[in-house]
């Protein structure tokens, strides 16, 4: 079945480093790819999303490229703040509408 | 985008009890779906919920635990029954944004904090 996996964290930073946050997925077909974040106390949203091969999704200067060869979607920041602490999930969708998330990776941005 | 409400925000419940949450969204959507957000754990999908049909469970999610009800487009409710301190979760409503047969994106409710005593 579809599955998405990613690194564990937590992950912590100071600011203004570099962010790299790992995501292989398995799935059949075509999936879409999505990167969502869950900052503390607050609902899930949408980060950026992927829909096809080699697509670059941005957001708040975040990024993250669809690599099918390697079906790889890892999310990168070249510079992280404190207000970027949360948890992040990568997530796909086969077409199915719902969603398969990772397990979710906490990243802590210290001052 | 959608705005989706959920109610209770939060509850406390007995064991052998059960509760209906509610999900409400602002503009009408064919499809909605409930999840799990176990503590410290990532987000399990529970079922989907299409109006006018019987909603569709994932594995290891059954109807008699986890009842749903989808009586229009813009609304649906999950009763989590007969609970165990093992259903101690956050419950997630979600729905696909407004061109539900093409690709878009998923819009999620605030969830309901459920702990089971």
């Known amino acids: 079945g579809d599955s998405v996996t990613q690194m564990e964290g937590p992950v912590t930073l100071s600011e203004e480093a570099f962010l790299t946050i790992n995501c292989t997925y398995t799935?059949?077909?075509?999936?879409?790819l999505f990167w969502y974040v869950q900052y503390p106390g607050e609902g899930l949203q949408l980060l950026l999303k992927a829909t096809k091969a080699d697509d670059k999704g941005s957001n708040k200067g975040f990024e993250a490229t669809y690599r099918k060869e390697t079906t790889s979607f890892h999310l990168e920041k070249g510079s992280v703040q404190v207000s970027d602490s949360a948890v992040y999930f990568c997530?796909?969708?086969?077409?199915?509408?719902?969603?398969?998330f990772g397990s979710g990776t906490r990243l802590q941005v210290q001052p | 985008s959608a705005v989706i409400s959920q109610k209770p925000s939060r509850d406390i419940c007995q064991r052998g009890t059960s509760l209906t949450i509610q999900c409400q969204v602002d503009?009408?959507?064919?499809?909605m779906f409930w999840y799990r957000q176990q503590p410290g754990q990532s987000l399990t999908l529970i079922a989907t919920a299409n109006q006018g049909s019987e909603a569709t469970y994932e594995s290891g999610f059954v109807i008699d635990k986890f009842p749903i009800s989808r009586p229009n487009l813009t609304f649906s409710t999950l009763t989590v029954s007969n609970m165990s301190p093992e259903d101690s979760s956050i419950y997630l409503c979600s729905v696909g944004g407004p061109k539900v047969f093409s690709y878009n994106e998923q819009f999620f409710g605030p969830g309901t904090r459920l702990t089971v005593l």
């Open positions: 799935a059949t077909g075509y999936p879409s």
């Open positions: 503009s009408q959507v064919t499809m």
């Open positions: 997530a796909l969708d086969t077409g199915r509408r719902a969603l398969t």
